[in-house]
């Protein structure tokens, strides 16, 4: 089976840079997801990671460590726009051997002026 | 512009009346995912299609169907919903199964 941990709320202030973790169990790994999903919309991919390290993609940078199960998102200079909720998305194998992609429950983020 | 649609976004129905949610893409991607997403949690995947072929998930509901009539469309029926189906429901897309997931905006279903 495959088990997400994340932060349900995080508060930090326009300008700020704020890092999400996420900690995960999973068989198979096979890649992790972030997404960002604001209220009442779908969510839309933001990065992606398999290999360990850092994947820098303008004010979003998400980090992986493999052996220690653990991702984070960090955001810079954060805009009041970014405040939304943020998936992390584990894919592994499923019970029947394919692809599964499951996700966290998602931190809600609230940037504040 | 290519992308994932659904329809409706907000879909209003009686307890035990079916009901039809739809997806279109114009990715032509191989893959589609129906999932349900209830307030403050993590979207759960249904079912999805590798082309033709049907794969439906252990905990999913008799209650659910799917079909995809072709590359481009697929269809999420719930068969007699009860007030505990309300919920997000979102349909993504992938070229392949390993490769990232595509969203379009959800359906919104109201069971009253």
């Known amino acids: 089976g495959q088990n997400i941990d994340q932060p349900t709320e995080m508060t930090a202030t326009e300008g700020a840079i704020v890092q999400i973790n996420c900690t995960y169990q999973t068989s198979g790994f096979n890649g992790l997801f972030w997404y960002q999903q604001h209220a009442g919309e779908a969510p839309t991919f933001l990065s992606y990671n398999v290999l360990d390290g850092l994947e820098e993609k303008g004010r979003f940078s998400s980090f992986l460590s493999r052996s220690k199960g653990y991702s984070y998102l960090l955001l810079k200079e954060l805009q009041m726009k970014d405040s939304a909720s943020y998936l992390c998305?584990?894919?592994?194998?499923?019970?029947?051997?394919?692809?599964?992609?499951?996700f966290g429950k998602g931190t809600k983020l609230s940037v504040i002026p | 512009d290519a992308m994932v649609i659904q329809n409706p976004r907000y879909q209003v129905t009686q307890f035990g009346k079916p009901v039809t949610l739809s997806c279109s893409q114009t990715?032509?991607?191989?893959?589609m995912y129906w999932y349900q997403q209830k307030s403050s949690q993590a979207p759960k995947l249904l079912f999805h299609?590798?082309?033709?072929?049907?794969?439906n998930e252990a905990d999913t509901p008799d209650n659910f169907q799917s079909r995809r009539p072709n590359t481009s469309f697929c269809f999420l029926d719930i068969r007699s919903p009860g007030l505990g189906d309300a919920a997000m429901y979102l349909c993504?897309?992938?070229?392949?199964?390993?490769?990232?997931?595509?969203f379009g905006p959800g359906t919104r279903l109201l069971v009253l």
């Open positions: 993504a897309t992938s070229r392949e199964r390993q490769e990232t997931q595509y």
């Open positions: 299609y590798y082309d033709k072929d049907f794969n």
């Open positions: 990715l032509n991607h191989n893959v």
């Open positions: 998305a584990v894919r592994g194998i499923s019970g029947a051997g394919s692809y599964q992609l499951t």
